[in-house]
């Protein structure tokens, strides 16, 4: 089984939608990251946490939130979708010096 | 975060070793370099890291510049399944800020 999973892996929607990507992990490390991808170019940090109680903004973190509902879960959230948040999503967890991503979730905003 | 620059793209044959360059003029004392690479259709994957010696692992070497302003990424015999893109990242913080990396092909 897979250390960091995401949901869903693909999600279609519409510009004003209300959208929900979820992440879990099994490694037992409370750090974790989201980050977004567009096509030719690296990550992007959107959120980190370093605990339950402690979130952080990234670079890029307007239109975005997140919800940390316990230590292995963590939530991405576009309040109101916009076609320019249609990229490729990552979760990742950190211990010590080494992150490890899940798989990805793959967005589309019409 | 210091700022990293890689060539956009390399060439390798394959059982051949491969090496991934990096500059970072600007590295601060306590930055650490890090290497991760991104198979196609894959979340990056850590490679490796380190602060002023040279490191090994089983999946690469990592060689640093006396100076520290550059690095090496050592693959001591490229696969096919290493065709990736390389990102070479200073942090001290735990963020990484991901650049656009070296596309690493691999030609059988």
Known sequence: DADVTQTPRNRITKTGKRIMLECSQTKGHDRMYWYRQDPGLGLRLI?????VKDINKGEISDGYSVSRQAQAKFSL????AIPNQTALY?????SYNE??????TRLTVL | DAKTTQPNSMESNEEEPVHLPCNHSTISGTDY????RQLPSQGPEYVIHGLTSNVNNRMASLAIAEDRKSSTLI???????????YYCILSNTGKLIFGQ????????
Not at chain 1, 47 to 51: A, E, G, L, N, V
Not at chain 1, 77 to 80: A, H, I, P, Q, V
Not at chain 1, 90 to 94: D, L
Not at chain 2, 33 to 36: A, D, E, L, P, S
Request: glycine share 6%; aromatic share 18%.
């Open chain 1, 47 to 51: 959120y980190y946490s370093f605990d």
């Open chain 1, 77 to 80: 959230s576009l309040e109101s």
């Open chain 1, 90 to 94: 990552f979760c990742a967890t950190r």
């Open chain 1, 99 to 104: 992150q490890f991503f899940g798989p990805g």
């Open chain 2, 33 to 36: 370099i890090h290497w991760y």
């Open chain 2, 75 to 85: 693959l001591h015999r490229a696969t096919l399944r290493d065709a990736a893109v």
């Open chain 2, 101 to 108: 990396g070296t596309t690493l092909q691999v030609k059988p």
